[in-house]
């Protein structure tokens, strides 16, 4: 009775249109007052309680520390340097986009973040070059997914919060995953290229390659700084985020001086309203499995699946529909934090690597970024571009055949995620 009240409510709540967040608070809420022996005044307690975890502090420095990058014009910067790179090969400029979108992906640990810093600048580029508009909007919008692939990642922090695993080893495991995807994007626009003898760039010479490469300098130094400094032992995720935030304002400010002082407290009110619209949603998604997990519902159903006899494939497979049903409805932080309490006991009675599971739930959450009604890249894009929110989602839809099909490989090819994070030998 207990879990067919919470769910309901929960999809009753939805389907009204009830916020997500306020959506699993009131469910959490009526769910406990009705059947659980907490009083009222408690409930507020839980509310925060939920919410008291120490890897949760590195969501707001990670936002200020990209909300300074995206300002500071260190985007423009890592465009410049992907142009010089990779320009001169046919497709070039798309081919420079995805780079551009790894690259910045690797400071913002945000997809929406890097569609908009990115897209902003090179879809016109590539319109003026003589690629479509819907080229070039479809290109951004499933490159820009690498945000939460490539470290660092907010849904990885969120999905180390709620169940307890390593963000360390989460942001090295999705360095080989994000990369390859960047690879196959690239290569597939190169393959298209070719065929379609879509335009190249003039070949850069050295000496403007290495001006190119020496004004985005700063900017890459910020991926050596967290993932170094994490690795070698020097601060936690958690501080390197904190770190990143003093870097990217001190990089803006002083060495590039793209922003003033002036504008520091816009930019700070601006990570900070991403901050609380974001630790609001986690702060109810926490409460909702907070008390799916004082009802037992997460054992119940890891019984019941080991009762059917379920292999990790089977579990696998039916793991990745689920999620991405779910994608298409609701925000990724918030799919973490309700069905990660469910799935991870599953996944661990299953001998299922703890951080493969993460990888593979970051992977779907990527393409639950670009599937509607509620996928948030198509939104930042259409806003970006100015074009109708049905016409991006038909350009950004033939390019979820191959994020499907490397989240197969993903799935079912656990070194590529596992690799990297046991060859440096670091703890779960």
Not at 95 to 122: D, N, Q, R, Y
Not at 159 to 185: D, I, Q
Request: charged content about 10%; hydrophobic content about 60%.
């Amino acid at each position: 009775m207990t879990i067919a009240f919470l769910f309901i409510s929960l999809f009753v709540f939805m389907f009204i249109g009830v916020p997500i967040a306020v959506s699993l608070g009131l469910s959490s809420a009526l769910t406990i007052l009705l059947f659980s022996q907490d009083s009222l005044q408690s409930l507020a307690i839980k509310l925060f309680a939920t919410a008291d975890h120490y890897t949760l502090l590195a969501i707001p420095f990670f936002l200020l520390s990209g909300a300074f990058m995206t300002s500071g014009g260190v985007a423009r910067r890592l465009i410049d340097f992907a142009n010089a790179s990779v320009g001169h090969l046919r497709g070039g400029l798309p081919i420079a986009s995805v780079l551009a979108c790894v690259l910045f992906a690797a400071l913002s640990g945000s997809s929406p973040a890097t569609v908009a810093a990115v897209g902003s600048i090179v879809i016109a580029g590539m319109v003026r070059s003589g690629y479509t508009r819907s080229f070039a909007t479809g290109i951004v919008c499933n490159a820009g997914t690498l945000g939460i692939l490539i470290p660092p990642s907010i849904v990885m922090v969120v999905y180390a919060a709620a169940t307890s695993t390593s963000v360390g080893k989460l942001f090295m495991a999705g360095v080989v995953p994000g990369l390859l995807l960047g690879f196959l994007l690239m290569l597939a626009i190169y393959v298209i290229a070719r065929i379609k003898k879509m335009p190249a760039q003039p070949r850069v010479s050295v000496r403007e390659w290495l001006r190119a490469a020496r004004k985005s300098l700063w900017g890459l130094l910020l991926i050596v700084v967290i993932l170094g400094g994490i690795y070698s032992g020097i601060f936690t995720p958690t501080e390197a985020a904190a770190v990143a935030a003093v870097y990217a304002a001190f990089v803006s400010l002083v060495i590039y001086r793209d922003i003033g002082i002036r504008e520091c407290p816009r930019v700070i009110l601006d990570a900070a309203r991403l901050s609380i619209v974001l630790m609001f949603i986690i702060a109810n998604a926490m409460l909702f499995a907070h008390v799916l997990t004082t009802e037992q519902i997460p054992q119940t159903i890891t019984q019941w699946v080991v009762e059917q006899g379920f292999s990790p494939i089977t579990f696998l497979l039916v793991l990745n529909v689920v999620l991405l049903i779910a994608g298409s409805f609701m925000e990724p932080s918030a799919i973490i934090l309700i069905l990660a309490p469910i799935l991870f006991p599953i996944a661990m009675q299953l001998g299922i690597d703890p951080i493969h599971l993460g990888v593979i739930m970051v992977v779907n959450m990527e393409i639950g970024m670009l599937t509607p009604p509620t996928g948030l890249n198509l939104f930042v894009a259409s806003a970006v571009t100015g074009q109708p929110l049905t016409t991006v989602i038909r350009a950004s839809a033939p390019w979820l055949i191959l994020l499907v099909s490397f989240l197969l490989l993903i799935t079912y090819v656990p070194f590529i995620s596992l690799g990297l994070p046991n060859l440096l030998g670091m703890p779960g």
